[in-house]
């Protein structure tokens, strides 16, 4: 796990209202590489302005490489398949389902991270998936949009965004010239996706990123416009990092950032986390943090979306709040944002959940900074949501339910320690 570095451009941005646009900005700015990964891609509402820029940046001539997550999104239109195939946007699944679907718990490892890049030099990083605000999987259409955060990032970080997306890519790459039995393309694409020294794969960010032999040049032809202004919602010059969690060399850092932050909190923690069924270090870590005297404050999803999402859930929240820990559950809309402020001086914005899908299994990506301009911005913004957007959860009422609702809600968690069993997993 890097330590934060110097240097960086953070801009927050608030659902897909706010990201599209700036994607799009980024995208019809492109001069060499649109690169972009993401669960879920709907091609419908304002999320079809997305993938109009991608079409539009690969007939320009910019190499446009896309993956989708083969559950978040089973099956590309076919409208789309031709518009991109005709554009020249070249785009992969990431583990598409067999015949028997997710009941093969290797299949449970998914690629959830959000993560775009342009021309190595500006990166997006957050739990926005490409659908539309209103629009949802589970929930249908939505009254108010959802609630969602995601970061547009300059700086060195971005090299270590370009990195993760390079290797995925070239490992798709060798597993597709596998099964067309194309051994030689596989064997060259899965030498490109191994780990090189640091000369090797700077020769190559430069033949690809800039075609010019300078990564100066590279940044003058963007003409300062990958910089954000410092304002409301972006600071410059931020110490930043970017933690990832794969099943190789990254299995537990961003919940180890999670867990040494808790760890040191002296004042308060806010989360807001869509999915939050935490394992035991973390459960420990919050009521540690609540037992020395640290106001902690969590904002759930408040809406039933799914048996074990729902249900498993309650049990923890029970100890939670026993422990002292303030719980809301997001009133207006679904909430799907994954983000946290430890002492108004660290903060985190990505994809992972405080589950164990996230934690144990899939690809995840967040940004974190121990800027305290950034982490005043985003917890002011969490304060406001937590007092005017949460209904707070009352002990009494938790305990109390029908002893039926209590039993399910025991039955969900541990069906879920079951099923995590069966992959290798103690949570």
Same mark, same amino acid.
């Given at each position: 796990?890097?330590?934060?570095?110097?240097?960086?451009?953070?801009?927050?941005?608030?659902?897909?209202?706010?990201?599209?646009p700036?994607?799009?900005?980024?995208?019809?700015?492109?001069?060499?590489?649109?690169?972009?990964?993401?669960?879920?891609?709907?091609?419908?509402?304002?999320?079809?302005?997305?993938?109009?820029?991608?079409?539009?940046?690969?007939?320009?001539?910019?190499?446009?490489?896309?993956?989708?997550?083969?559950?978040?999104?089973?099956?590309?239109?076919?409208e789309?398949?031709?518009?991109?195939?005709?554009?020249?946007?070249?785009?992969?699944? !990431?583990?598409p389902?067999?015949?028997?679907?997710?009941?093969?718990?290797?299949?449970?490892?998914?690629?959830?991270?959000?993560?775009?890049?342009?021309?190595g030099?500006?990166?997006?990083?957050?739990?926005?998936?490409?659908?539309?605000?209103r629009?949802?999987?589970?929930?249908g259409?939505?009254?108010?949009?959802?609630?969602?955060?995601?970061?547009?990032v300059?700086?060195?970080?971005?090299?270590?965004?370009?990195d993760?997306?390079?290797?995925?890519?070239?490992?798709?790459?060798?597993?597709?010239?596998?099964?067309?039995?194309?051994?030689?393309?596989?064997?060259?694409?899965?030498?490109?996706?191994?780990?090189?020294?640091?000369?090797?794969?700077?020769?190559?960010?430069?033949?690809?990123?800039t075609?010019?032999?300078?990564?100066?040049?590279?940044?003058?032809?963007?003409?300062?416009?990958?910089?954000?202004?410092?304002?409301?919602?972006?600071?410059?010059?931020?110490?930043?990092?970017?933690?990832?969690?794969?099943?190789?060399?990254?299995?537990?850092?961003?919940?180890?950032? !999670?867990?040494?932050?808790?760890?040191?909190?002296?004042?308060?923690?806010?989360?807001?986390?869509?999915?939050?069924?935490?394992?035991?270090?973390?459960?420990?870590?919050?009521?540690?943090?609540?037992?020395?005297?640290?106001?902690?404050r969590?904002?759930?999803?408040?809406? !039933?979306?799914?048996?074990?999402?729902?249900?498993?859930?309650?049990?923890?929240?029970?100890?939670?709040?026993?422990?002292?820990?303030?719980?809301?559950?997001?009133?207006?809309?679904?909430?799907?944002a994954?983000?946290?402020?430890?002492?108004?001086?660290?903060?985190?914005?990505?994809?992972?959940?405080?589950?164990p899908?996230?934690?144990?299994?899939?690809r995840?990506?967040?940004?974190?900074?121990t800027?305290?301009?950034?982490?005043?911005?985003?917890?002011?913004?969490?304060?406001?949501?937590?007092?005017?957007?949460?209904?707070?959860?009352?002990?009494?009422?938790?305990?109390?339910?029908?002893?039926?609702?209590?039993?399910?809600?025991?039955?969900?968690?541990m069906?879920?320690?079951?099923?995590?069993?069966?992959t290798?997993?103690? !949570?």
């Open positions: 796990m890097a330590p934060p570095r110097p240097g960086h451009q953070l801009l927050l941005l608030e659902g897909g209202d706010a990201l599209f700036a994607l799009v900005e980024a995208m019809d700015a492109a001069r060499r590489v649109v690169h972009l990964e993401t669960y879920i891609f709907e091609f419908a509402g304002s999320a079809l302005s997305v993938a109009e820029a991608l079409e539009r940046a690969a007939r320009r001539g910019v190499l446009v490489r896309l993956v989708v997550d083969g559950v978040g999104t089973p099956r590309v239109p076919e789309w398949q031709r518009r991109f195939a005709a554009a020249g946007v070249r785009w992969r699944v !990431y583990a389902l067999g015949g028997l679907g997710l009941l093969i718990p290797s299949s449970w490892r998914r690629l959830h991270r959000k993560l775009c890049v342009v021309d030099l500006v990166g997006f990083c957050g739990g926005i998936n490409l659908i539309d605000d629009d949802d999987v589970a929930l259409r939505l009254e108010v949009p959802r609630l969602d955060f995601a970061l547009r300059a700086g060195p970080l971005v090299d270590d965004m370009v993760t997306m390079e290797t995925l890519w070239w490992r798709l790459q060798a597993v597709r010239k596998a099964r067309e039995r194309e051994f030689r393309a596989a064997w060259e694409a899965f030498k490109e996706a191994q780990p090189v020294g640091d000369f090797t794969r700077l020769l190559r960010k430069v033949e690809l990123y075609g010019l032999g300078s990564r100066v040049n590279a940044d003058a032809e963007a003409g300062g416009s990958v910089l954000v202004s410092e304002g409301p919602l972006g600071v410059n010059d931020a110490r930043a990092t970017l933690l990832l969690r794969d099943n190789v060399g990254h299995r537990h850092d961003i919940e180890r950032a !999670y867990l040494r932050a808790l760890g040191t909190a002296r004042h308060d923690i806010v989360i807001a986390n869509a999915y939050f069924i935490p394992g035991r270090k973390l459960r420990k870590a919050l009521t540690m943090a609540a037992a020395r005297g640290v106001r902690v969590l904002m759930m999803q408040g809406r !039933y979306e799914n048996f074990f999402q729902y249900r498993a859930a309650r049990p923890v929240y029970q100890r939670l709040v026993d422990a002292g820990i303030d719980i809301r559950e997001y009133a207006p809309s679904a909430l799907h994954k983000v946290a402020v430890v002492d108004r001086a660290w903060a985190t914005v990505g994809s992972t959940n405080l589950d899908l996230s934690l144990l299994l899939a995840e990506a967040n940004v974190m900074t800027d305290r301009r950034f982490a005043e911005l985003l917890h002011q913004r969490l304060d406001v949501l937590l007092e005017h957007a949460g209904q707070k959860l009352d002990a009494r009422v938790l305990g109390s339910r029908p002893w039926h609702q209590r039993l399910l809600d025991r039955i969900a968690f069906a879920m320690r079951t099923l995590l069993f069966l290798g997993h103690r !949570y």
